[in-house]
């Protein structure tokens, strides 16, 4: 049998913005036995994870768990809400909006895609009133919703959606807003219900700190209205008989049963410290990598500090150094993986992951790694960015 020993002693720093490390706890929830899916006893923990995720999506409506991606949980919402034909509106913030946006025209979906000029939409958050004149023109009401991304994880921004959700209604146009939160989710501040969102769309290994496999649809009652009138062709990702299925706890499809113990485990962590406290520490940590950042004298992706990601950060290179070879070498010789550039900003910057089951040690040694892998590859950098990190994580100890 072949076997593959890539980190032959110490831990690896699995540092990429998701898929994140999953914690022992979660791990050992996973290691239970598998259970009959059909059983009382999965439909009690089908009842508590369906119960639990909404309170992460922080919503008191339906929350759809399939067996997929984040690419399915986008898939299942423009399948369960659009017709062949139908107009949807794409805002660009990053390598993953774009990526929507194709899915959406392999659908069969015309796409009107909006942002910034000359790539700064990689740089910036959502502009709502760039949404707001769009709708305001569609005065037939062409438009059948509006697509997202929340934390962008290509760039590291975090957009406004209540900002966006202000700009519909000050457009008064019923469109209907999508908004992908894959990699926000259990991170970042998200509130479903209160930023009148109609669809989020979530995965599991970002911040929920589980393997890759589950994707998520968060539903309000205007969306699971308007997929009674579809007539996109869908099976498996059709929500009606998802939603008659999950009022006892079942699934129409056999689920994924082991990551739905690994789900009931990340939930009741995540709610066990509240949800608050978990925001607050992933903006620490967020603050913390920035200072090094700022120290080394190399630019952040995102431009906007008030939109700063707590999940990820986008670092620059300067002109003529390839960020994948810096990215490769860090790998090789401290064996710490680095988020790539993606889509225009490939080989112009690596992203540090600072989400999920880390801590300040964690992303000292990260940092470290990052530090000498750049002085290693001739990177100028003005200071020491470990030192400004640890100077900050001392002087503002988490709760």
Known sequence: MLKLNFHPSGRHYLQIPGPSPVPDRILRAMAQPTIDHRGPEFGALG???LADIRKIFQTQHPVVIYPGSGTGAWEAALVNLCNPGDTVVMYETGHFAALWN????KLGLKTEVLGLPGGQNWRCGIQADLIEKRLSQDTHHQIKAVCVVHNETSTGVTSNILAVRRAMERAQHPALLLVDTISGLGAADYRHDEWGVDVSMGG???????PPGIAFNALSPRAIAASAQSRMP??????DEMLSMNKSGYFPTTPNTNLLYALSEACDMLLEQGLPLVFTRHQRWANGVRLAVQAWGLPIQCQDPA???PILTGVVMPDG???DQVRQRILERFDCSLGTG????????????HLGDTNDLTLIATLAACEMGMRLCGVPLAGSGVQSAMAFFADHPGA
């Open 321 to 323: 150094v390839d960020a």
């Open 47 to 49: 009842l508590k994870v």
């Open 342 to 353: 993606l889509g225009l900003v490939k080989g112009r910057m690596f992203r540090i992951g």
């Open 102 to 105: 194709q899915l959406a025209l």
């Open 307 to 309: 939109v700063y990601s």
């Open 204 to 210: 599991s290994q970002k911040g929920l700190m589980l």
């Open 234 to 239: 869908k099976s498996y990702w059709a929500w």
